[in-house]
């Protein structure tokens, strides 16, 4: 895998692609260096690097810097085409829906809504027997909504907008003057990156795993922290081609 930034775009995933999975959303550590690093790469390739999460704008600013990055949150619900720049959203899920599934999720021992506005994603990492009893439930209540869907992730069901996904939030980033003509890499590591894979495979990008094995994925990076020490080089020698 060759990657340089001065003709590569950067897709990057967040939970258990930047940084390591924590038992909670709100619990996890980003290392210290990290966004500075990611900052370095995305000057290295002239601002062609965003975040591509699940979470939203406002959390990853929370976690990396504020309006740091070019981003897409809520698997591309919300997008900032460039740092600094202004983002735009699609249309949140209706507040019946929401709240029914805030409502199934706390008949649920140790299961927890986190509501996106654009998505909601119920969390069962503390009891990942439930998935099965969990889905049926989520699927009784978004049963009969036209455009929606239930999207398995890592001990989370999000429901959310059909036709929004990261695939569809990469293609927006290709079309945007920084990302333009570039050739795209996208890692990830969950179900949910898999759209991701799929848009920069059409355009004749990289797809890479991280952890396991991934539909469309060409390789697969062990774990986050072999992800950041290939973010580190990269952004350290950003004039040379580098493995
Ligand atoms: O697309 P990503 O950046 O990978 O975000 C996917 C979801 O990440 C978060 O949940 C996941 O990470 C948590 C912290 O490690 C973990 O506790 C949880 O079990 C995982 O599902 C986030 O809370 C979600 O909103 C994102 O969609």
Do not use: W
């Amino acid at each position: 895998m060759v990657l340089d930034p001065a003709t590569h775009a950067f897709f990057l995933d967040v939970d258990g692609t930047l940084i390591d999975i924590a038992e909670r959303p709100e619990a996890v550590v980003v290392p210290a260096g990290l966004p500075e690093t990611l900052m370095a790469l995305a000057e290295g390739a002239n601002g062609a690097l965003a975040l591509v999460s699940g979470r939203s704008l406002a959390s990853l600013d929370a976690l990396f810097g504020a309006d740091r990055f070019a981003a897409a949150g809520v698997h591309g619900a919300e997008i900032r085409l460039s740092a600094g720049g202004p983002s735009d959203r699609a249309l949140a899920l209706h507040e019946d829906l929401r709240h029914a599934l805030r409502e199934t999720a706390a008949e649920f021992e140790g299961v927890f809504a986190e509501d996106k506005e654009y998505a909601v994603a119920i969390h069962y990492r503390a009891h990942p027997e439930v998935a099965p009893v969990l889905k049926r439930a989520l699927t009784e209540v978004v049963g009969q909504i036209s455009g929606i869907e239930i999207m398995p992730g890592h001990c989370v069901f999000e429901v959310r907008r059909k036709g929004i996904d990261k695939g569809a939030a990469v293609e927006r980033f290709m079309a945007a003057p920084a990302f333009a003509g570039r050739r795209p890499v996208f890692i990830g590591d969950d179900v949910t990156d898999e759209a991701g894979f799929r848009a920069v495979n059409r355009a004749g990008g990289i797809a890479v795993a991280v952890g396991a094995p991934r539909d469309g994925a060409h390789t697969i990076l062990p774990d986050p922290r072999a992800v950041r020490a290939l973010i580190t080089h990269l952004a350290a020698e950003p004039r040379q081609r580098r493995r």
